[in-house]
């Protein structure tokens, strides 16, 4: 194949495919019919595969097509990734970081601590990716990222651990029930009403039922959502109590007719925690930031 096939050539290609259509996708490039067309045309020539089934209501990818259609995907997307790079350096930005958190980390704790960071350290960019903690677990493990935020109790399989932050969960209910009327309240109290959790492998869920265990109880799960907006919600319209963290309360209790009340119980208090595999194995900016949060701890 020549060496003469530009990246306009390729998105018409591309946005064909996801059209169905030579004539749409020609809109979408800003082009005319005839001259899409005719890319396309001296693409498959020159390839040598013919990308795309003509018919009367659009066109179609051949197996060869699809094929290719993955390469040309990557092509675009690493030009994509060239000009953001370029458009970073001349902004300033020559350091990046990848970073998985868990929703506590993200609501209560992270933007407090990377406006910090980000103010000593002005020209690393951060890409922030929601998960929950087993999920960003595993991922470090895996080596799908170096770095994640999660809650301590769970089984970090044998990650090096940092400190992060430490919080507080409290009890949820809605304005009017019962239990708003009081400052505090032991959990086996709590257990005589129906909960509003979170997922059924969510750490915080896995917590609450071990502990009403302990008490020989069983933790009511009326419902159970994902995100602590959410499991809220919910509380709020009546649908049981909940159990979130203490800052993720006193925050929606300014706009949700929630009530925080405090569990009277020693396992409430918990941390927060960076994992990562090996420091040898982080970037400087990724160690940077390992220190940066255990002396903000």
Request: glycine share 6%; aromatic share 6%; proline share 3%.
């Amino acid at each position: 194949m020549g060496t003469n096939v530009d990246i306009r050539t390729l998105e018409v290609i591309c946005a064909a495919a996801e059209e169905g259509s030579i004539s749409r996708a020609a809109r979408r490039a800003h082009l005319a019919l005839a001259a899409a067309s005719r890319r396309i045309a001296d693409f498959e020539r020159q390839a040598g595969v013919r990308m795309f089934e003509r018919h009367a209501r659009g066109v179609s990818l051949t197996p060869g097509g699809r094929a290719l259609l993955t390469r040309i995907q990557l092509v675009l997307g690493g030009m994509d990734s060239l000009a953001g790079t370029i458009e970073d350096i001349r902004s300033g930005v020559t350091e990046h970081m990848a970073l998985l958190a868990c929703d506590s980390a993200i609501t209560q704790f992270l933007p407090r601590i990377l406006h910090d960071f980000l103010a000593a350290y002005p020209r690393v960019q951060v890409t922030v990716e929601e998960q929950r903690s087993t999920e960003i677990v595993r991922a470090v493990v895996e080596r799908h990222r170096n770095i994640g935020i999660v809650w301590s109790d769970i089984d970090t399989r044998g990650l090096a651990i940092a400190p992060f932050a430490r919080d507080e969960l409290v009890l949820i209910v809605p304005r009017g029930h019962a239990f708003a009327r009081r400052r505090s309240i032991r959990f086996v109290e709590a257990l005589t009403q129906d909960f509003v959790c979170l997922e059924m492998d969510s750490p915080l869920y896995l917590w609450l039922r071990r502990e009403a265990t302990k008490l020989n109880r069983i933790l009511r799960a009326r419902i159970q959502v994902r995100g602590f907006d959410a499991l809220c919600g919910m509380v709020e319209s009546g649908l049981g109590i909940g159990v979130v963290p203490r800052l993720t309360a006193v925050t929606l209790a300014r706009s949700m007719a929630i009530i925080p009340v405090i569990l009277r119980e020693p396992w409430t208090h918990r941390n927060l925690s960076v994992v990562y595999r090996d420091e040898k194995e982080l970037g400087a900016v990724e160690k940077r930031f390992v220190a940066f949060c255990a002396a903000a701890a």
